[in-house]
RNA sequence: GGCCCUAUCGUCUAACGGCUAGGACACAUCCCUUUCACGGAUGAAAUCGGGGUUCGAUUCCCCGUAGGGUCACCA
């Protein structure tokens, strides 16, 4: 149930794909808007007719959706120009806006009548800021009576739309005094009090601390998620640059949160004041926890997706030897891509087929024919893990574990990283453990 | 440069005048494992500087300093 005592807008301007500082933007307007059970707005801010694009449109979209934002409303600002022109005539009736010619041999535009007045206003992060705008000029609101500029579209609509929370970007600061100038203009025509509240939110930095750009890397989301990051650890992760869970008498050392759990928790007041820098690791580290955390079918249908075709021709692959081993694939990857990557180097190829085996990787393998005597006592219907390694234990540590459980690892698996012995021999049967030891001793 | 914002471990942050400045990532060491990874334990690591206010400042005020943002007929 929406009870619309708060509205707030995210409104990207479709010149690029969506970054990581506009989804955070996105993320933190969704979040404040969620919590209170307001109703949050997109606003696809596309006045500026060459440089907005559709794609750059669909795919602010889709990376929101690929986050799980959803949106209340959305609306896009180049299919408004009447309401914009309707006020912009008031405003030149009025006398607060002017059509100025004296422009040194360029085109007429509408310049605003700057009324030069001290602005104070209370952002709700940094308390009370004070503008002289007596700087400001007059400065340009529109190019003609059917083109506005920003600062023009974006404040009539917040009044439109009756916003009460901007919450966007602290670069956005040295905005707020001409929009404010104008909203108090527009009072003045219609008699509506303005009462809406900013947040200006810090900035994501790049590790030298300036504002994070392309020069830094990546900065688009599309990247990211075609990397394979989960969007719950993206979420995550922007939720962590700037905010807080910890802040306030409720405060928790918790880290890894759903967007459900931080829809609960979030509050302005745990945002900081300065800039976050951006930490490939940390996201690196929340992507993994997150995989922990993924459903079992989503996992098995995710990771079945990375693996190449060759794998599912093999001679032992079933989906149900791969549900075996996807812990073991898990605990060793940070994106999903990895496993792709992985797969093309060889990485799982022991689970589906038996490995090549180099003479020289196995060693000396004076106790392979012996090791192969206890794994054979074992019951085939008891050939798990926790039991091979319990009849092996003491003998592989009499005669050194190294001397014993190298060359049976390597015999499985062909590899010099793999897991334990003890976990693929159970994985790929007793059968299949005897067969490889066989052919290893032929070497 | 003008205006504005900011300042706690390398990084993300907690402590909203009062414990030994806490947690997380990364790092180091050890344990587990004679591989890799996971996991566990431990450790090193911070209040930018100077003045105030106060019995007491990370916290409040001022001045420096440093960093950042912004100064379009872009948003």
Redesign the pocket.
């Known amino acids: 149930m929406k009870t619309e005592s708060i509205i707030t807008r995210f409104?990207?301007?479709p010149?690029g794909n969506l970054h990581l500082g506009g989804a955070r933007t996105a993320l933190f307007n969704y979040l404040f808007t969620a919590k209170q059970n307001g109703r949050i707005i997109l606003r696809i801010?596309?006045?500026?007719n060459?440089?907005?694009r559709p794609e750059y449109e669909e795919s602010i979209k889709s990376g929101l959706a690929w986050l799980g934002l959803s949106f209340d409303q959305e609306i896009k600002?180049s299919e408004r120009t009447d309401i914009y022109r309707r006020y912009l005539k008031q405003l030149l009736a009025g006398g607060q806006a002017y059509v100025s010619t004296d422009?040194?041999?360029?085109?007429?535009?509408i310049r605003f009548k700057n009324p030069n007045r001290l602005i104070r206003f209370t952002?709700l992060?940094?308390?009370?800021?004070?503008?002289?705008t007596s700087?400001?000029g007059d400065?340009?609101i529109a190019?003609d009576e059917n083109?506005?500029?920003?600062?023009l579209?974006?404040v009539i609509d917040d009044r439109e739309l009756g916003i009460t929370h901007i919450i966007r970007?602290?670069?956005?600061?040295?905005?707020t005094p001409r929009q404010i100038l104008i909203t108090e203009a527009l009072a003045v025509a219609d008699e509506i009090k303005p009462t809406v509240a900013y947040a200006?939110i810090?900035?994501i930095?790049a590790?030298?601390?300036?504002?994070l750009?392309k020069r830094h890397g990546a900065v688009d989301l599309r990247q990211y998620r075609e990397q394979g990051y989960l969007p719950e650890a993206m979420i995550n992760f922007l939720a962590?640059?700037?905010?807080?869970a910890?802040?306030?008498?409720e405060?928790t050392?918790q880290?890894i949160f759903t967007l459900t759990e931080l829809t609960k928790l979030f509050s302005l007041?745990?945002?900081?004041?300065?800039?976050?820098?951006?930490?490939q690791?940390?996201l690196?580290?929340f992507n993994?926890?997150q995989i922990?955390r993924l459903p079992a079918d989503e996992l098995f249908t995710q990771i079945k997706n990375q693996l190449p075709e060759n794998i599912f021709t093999r001679p032992t692959y079933s989906d149900e030897r791969l549900r075996q081993i996807i812990p073991?694939i898990t605990?060793?990857?940070t994106v999903f891509n990895d496993i792709r990557r992985l797969a093309e180097e060889g990485e799982y190829d022991f689970y589906f087929s038996p490995p090549g085996l180099a003479k020289e990787m196995l060693g000396p393998a004076k106790y392979l024919a012996q090791t192969k005597e206890i794994i054979d006592q074992i019951d085939k219907d008891d050939f798990t893990a926790e039991v091979i390694?319990d009849k092996l234990?003491d003998f592989?540590t009499a005669n050194?574990?190294?001397?014993?459980?190298?060359p049976l690892?390597v015999a499985l698996?062909g590899?010099?990283?793999?897991?334990?012995?003890f976990?693929v021999a159970a994985i790929i049967g007793k059968e299949e453990t005897l067969s490889r030891i066989s052919y290893a001793l032929t070497l």
């Open positions: 409104a990207p301007s010149t801010d596309d006045t500026d060459e440089r907005s600002q422009e040194g041999g360029r085109e007429p535009v952002d992060i940094r308390g009370n800021i004070e503008f002289d700087d400001l400065f340009v190019k083109r506005p500029l920003y600062h579209a974006s970007g602290e670069d956005h600061i040295s905005n200006h810090p900035l930095l590790p030298d601390r300036s504002k750009s962590s640059l700037g905010w807080s910890q802040a306030g008498k405060g050392n880290e007041d745990g945002i900081q004041k300065s800039g976050a820098v951006f930490n690791d940390k690196d580290w993994r926890e922990k073991l605990e060793r990857i390694k234990w592989a050194g574990r190294g001397e014993v459980l190298w690892r698996t590899r010099e990283k793999s897991p334990d012995p976990t």
